[in-house]
């Protein structure tokens, strides 16, 4: 079993930047495929962005935050992060990061395993 354990969440104005963490448990992180996604309220659960757990470290995001969201990981420390700029009203959510236990970074919330107990944040205009 992995833990997902998010943080880095807050008020923010908009305009202003964040930057999400999620550290993870396990021995074999580094090949773990991981993604954060984000649920506002009355709304659907959203995919935002991932990153592989292969050599590459390929990253995918969604065309609403690609220009503005950035994915990293560091294997050392077993934790992925979120740098979130520019950030709207319409960010304002409970953002997750989850697991996937193979190494391919996928937008599909059922392909995750894990799933962290969230994080807020909210942006204020």
């Known amino acids: 079993q992995v833990q997902l354990v998010e943080s880095g969440g807050g008020l923010v104005q908009a305009g202003g930047s964040l930057r999400l963490s999620c550290a993870a448990s396990?021995?074999?992180?580094?090949?773990?495929?991981m993604g954060w996604f984000r649920q506002a309220p009355g709304k659907e659960r959203e995919f935002l962005s991932a990153i592989s757990g292969t050599t590459s470290g390929y990253t995918y995001y969604a065309d609403s935050v690609k220009d503005r969201f950035t994915i990293s990981r560091d294997n050392a420390k077993n934790t992925v992060y979120l740098q979130m700029n520019s950030l709207k009203p319409e960010d304002t959510a409970v953002y997750y990061c989850?697991?996937?236990?193979?190494?391919?970074?996928?937008?599909?919330?059922?392909?995750?395993?894990?799933w962290g107990q969230g994080t807020q944040v909210t942006v204020s205009s």
């Open positions: 989850a697991v996937d236990l193979n190494p391919y970074a996928t937008r599909e919330s059922r392909q995750y395993d894990y």
């Open positions: 396990g021995r074999t992180f580094s090949r773990y495929g």
